[in-house]
């Protein structure tokens, strides 16, 4: 129990000491997940809209896939990014393996299907009296396109928080396609990964600490953005 | 002679197969206040939502202002309106409601227009304009719906039960700014309601329906 204490008091030291190992994974972290979140919701908005606005064939097909790819588990898409990038990959050219754009890409595949998903959701949830007020108020079609997107800012914002809390904690594409490299690549859940197998506590517990306060930052804006939206 | 604003010839709507609306002839004049009434299932407001131009006659035609509308929907409903018993509103401010249908028609002046029509429902621009939807109660909510509708100055306010989940004073502020937009603006009322009083007493004619037809017209 004693090395535990121990930890929390040395990681406590660390974060307030500024210490810039642990600030560099901590900022790491918020660009690629920042980044990811930027390329998802620029991405995925408006086939989430689409998606539940829209009645075409395959529909329910396609809503199964998207579904699917939520619980992708980020290992594999780690592997898929690594095979497309890596040296003898496709796109081994372009030099992506071990960076941050590297990393923005996989956390990118891995925010994009929550993105649709929730956005196809807070779209089908709309009241069914949108848009006949909005045909009786004179809205040409496309104003009713862009008034119902608008309509669903609170579930879009509501995705993007539920996105950000997933691609911030996860580990597994920042592994194996940043390299976990010091002062480049490392995030906080790397670092974590890394630290505790090395024995060093209390750099995992102070990174630990900072993901925690993420984690319910996110949970306590999620409510909100879930509150308002229910208005 | 004038055409009537409204001349419907052998319309029929039918949901499922089954026959809800058949009107042989309906002709409305122009700036008239005409009531429907009837029970639940009668036809009221699919011959509502036909007069909206929201949804197409299976059968006959539709003369407005004494052209054809097949096709024109799109344009008339920026001169037809209809405000239903249970009205939803945007999320955004009382002001944002009453001004978007004069955003999408590009009107200039919103803010003296949204006062007024606000004013013309019994709402205070000042303690008002800004509140959300869930701020309101469900009689202010509805006149903040119909203040979106006389905002753009419509030909025609279609009404459905326009009152019948209000109280009191606020079924008053709803049905005295109809009738302002009919007396002001020329503005021509088609009401439906079970308040057979109040129909009666405003009415040019008040028309019976019964299993999707007329079943009588009283001038």
């Known amino acids: ?19 810039p190992q642990t600030y560099s994974a901590i900022q790491v ?117 862009t008034t119902t997107l608008w309509e669903t800012r609170f579930g879009i914002m509501l995705a993007a928080m539920a996105a950000f809390g997933r691609v911030v904690s996860e580990v597994g594409i920042a592994m194996i396609v940043g390299g976990n490299i010091k002062w480049h690549t490392r995030t906080i859940t790397t670092a974590i990964a890394l630290e505790t197998s090395k024995g060093e506590f209390a750099m995992g517990i102070a990174l630990g600490l900072v993901l925690m306060v993420v984690a319910f930052a996110v949970n306590i804006t999620v409510s909100a953005f879930r509150r308002v939206s229910e208005k | 002679m004038n055409a009537p604003l409204y001349h419907l010839r052998d319309v029929t709507q039918t949901h499922g197969g089954r026959v809800v609306l058949d009107v042989p002839r309906l002709d409305i004049p122009a700036g008239a206040i005409v009531g429907i009434t009837g029970p639940n299932g009668s036809g009221k407001t699919t011959l509502l939502r036909i007069l909206a131009f929201l949804d197409r006659p299976a059968g006959g035609a539709v003369r407005f202002q004494g052209a054809a509308t097949l096709g024109r929907e799109r344009e008339l409903r920026r001169r037809v309106t209809l405000m239903v018993q249970n009205p939803y509103l945007l999320r955004r401010s009382v002001r944002g409601n009453v001004a978007y249908g004069l955003k999408v028609r590009n009107v200039g002046n919103i803010r003296e227009k949204t006062d007024r029509a606000l004013a013309a429902v019994g709402l205070d621009p000042g303690r008002f304009a800004d509140r959300a939807r869930h701020e309101l109660s469900g009689g202010e909510a509805q006149r903040v719906a119909l203040a979106a509708r006389l905002a753009f100055e419509p030909t025609v306010l279609l009404l459905d039960e326009p009152t019948a989940s209000l109280d009191g004073e606020s079924a008053a502020l709803v049905r005295q700014a109809a009738l302002d937009a009919r007396d002001r603006l020329g503005t021509s009322l088609v009401v439906v309601s079970h308040d057979l009083g109040w129909l009666t007493e405003v009415s040019d004619a008040v028309l019976a329906m019964e299993n999707g037809r007329i079943a009588g017209n009283t001038p």
Do not use: C
Not at chain 1, 3 to 16: E, K, P, S, T
């Open chain 1, 29 to 145: 972290t918020a660009i690629t997940s920042l980044l990811a979140i930027v390329a998802s919701l620029g991405l995925g908005v408006v086939p989430g809209f689409l998606l539940g606005y829209a009645d075409f064939p395959g529909k329910r097909a396609v809503r199964t896939f998207v579904d699917s790819m939520l619980s992708f588990p980020t290992v594999v898409i780690g592997l898929l990014v690594y095979a497309f990038i890596s040296r003898r990959g496709p796109l081994g050219d372009m030099g992506l393996l071990y960076t941050v754009p590297g990393m923005v890409i996989g956390l990118t595949i891995l925010g994009l299907p929550i993105i649709v998903a929730l956005t196809a959701s807070a779209v089908e949830h709309l009241d069914a009296r949108l848009k006949p007020t909005l045909l009786t108020l004179g809205a040409s079609p496309w104003q009713i396109v």
């Open chain 1, 1 to 19: 129990m004693d090395y535990i204490l121990n930890g929390l008091w040395q990681a406590l030291g660390l974060l307030v000491s500024g210490d």
